[in-house]
Nanobody, 127 residues
Framework: QVQLVESGGGQVQAGGSLGLSCAAS????????MGWFRRAPGKEREFVAA????????KYADSMKGRLTISRDNAKNTVYLQMSSLKPEDTAVYYC????????????????????WGQGTQVTVSS
């Protein structure tokens, strides 16, 4: 059974940094496109960052560009999201997702491209 387990969430003050991890129980992990999304209270889920399988091409949400780094360690079946200069509006549950179809290596920003999701990890940024 494919599983994604996020960790690293917590509370941080505005201007601080936080790193999230997503451990995947996937064979051939290096071929999977991986994404991070978030859902803030009362808002719809939105794209944060993605990294493709293969070359590791990345894409970031415009609203957070410059404050994010997504990376992956294929030897550890783990994808990471490093966030800096956090703002109260970044408060949300952050979800890791995998594109198990992986027909094309691409950092998709659409949630519909991903078919395996983690349970999420809460990130709270206080002012």
């Amino acid at each position: 059974q494919v599983q994604l387990v996020e960790s690293g969430g917590g509370q941080v003050q505005a201007g601080g940094s936080l790193g999230l991890s997503c451990a995947a129980s996937l064979s051939s992990f290096e071929t999977y496109n991986m994404g991070w999304f978030r859902r803030a209270p009362g808002k719809e889920r939105e794209f944060v960052a993605a990294i493709s399988g293969g070359s590791g091409r990345t894409k970031y949400a415009d609203s957070m560009k410059g404050r994010l780094t997504i990376s992956r360690d294929n030897a550890k079946n783990t994808v990471y999201l490093q966030m800096s200069s956090l703002k109260p509006e970044d408060t949300a549950v952050y979800y890791c997702a995998a594109d198990a179809g992986r027909a094309i290596s691409y950092p998709y920003s659409s949630a519909e491209a991903y078919d395996v999701w983690g349970q999420g990890t809460q990130v709270t940024v206080s002012s």
